[in-house]
């Protein structure tokens, strides 16, 4: 049974040291450290969720921190239910076990809604990126073709300048 703690780093308004401390006073055997990326890609869940083993301990930041979305999350619970993991959410004030903190519906709720909120808030930036880096590809092209013309006009030859 091991204790395997898991954080998502460099997300918007995110307090990394303290977050990180938080993590590593659950006395983790390892943990995996993702850092936030546009694409949206988890190489590091992945590897966490290849390495389990029955009975393991996963402790997370928060489902917000931890899961893109409910779907992603489903299918994380699903895996818990079939190795019997106990998961924690440390920000959320969940443990799946109710020894660390007291089961509570309320708190679950929230979780999760907070989920979906937090996903939107990662998805909306995500767009507004890839929007940004959209509009740079456009003018770089512009430039180049804009260079393209000037460089066809230095070279040309002048015989065809004065038949022009």
């Known amino acids: 049974m091991a204790r395997i703690g898991y954080i998502v780093t460099e997300l918007p308004e995110q307090r990394i040291e303290e977050d990180e401390q938080r993590i590593k006073k659950e ?6 450290r993702e850092r936030y990326n546009v694409e949206g890609k988890t190489k590091e869940l992945k590897k966490l969720i290849d390495n389990l083993n029955d009975r393991d ?14 779907r992603q999350l489903c299918l994380f619970l699903n895996i818990v239910r079939i190795k019997n993991l106990r998961i924690i959410f440390l920000r959320d004030r969940i443990d799946s076990y109710g020894e660390k903190y007291e089961s509570s519906t309320e708190n679950l709720l ?35 073709e804009k260079s393209v013309e000037l460089q066809y006009m230095i070279f040309r030859k002048p015989d065809t300048i004065r038949n022009e």
Do not use: P, W
């Not at 301990?57 to 409910?70: P, R």
């Not at 999760?112 to 890839?130: F, G, H, M, Q, W």
């Open 27 to 32: 006395n983790c055997d390892i943990i995996y």
């Open 110 to 144: 929230h979780a999760i809604s907070t989920l979906t909120e937090d996903s939107y808030a990662i998805r909306k930036i995500r767009k507004l990126s890839e929007k940004r880096e959209r509009s740079r590809s456009q003018a770089r092209q512009l430039r180049n």
């Open 57 to 70: 301990e996963v402790i997370f930041l928060s489902m917000a921190n931890a899961f893109k979305g409910v």
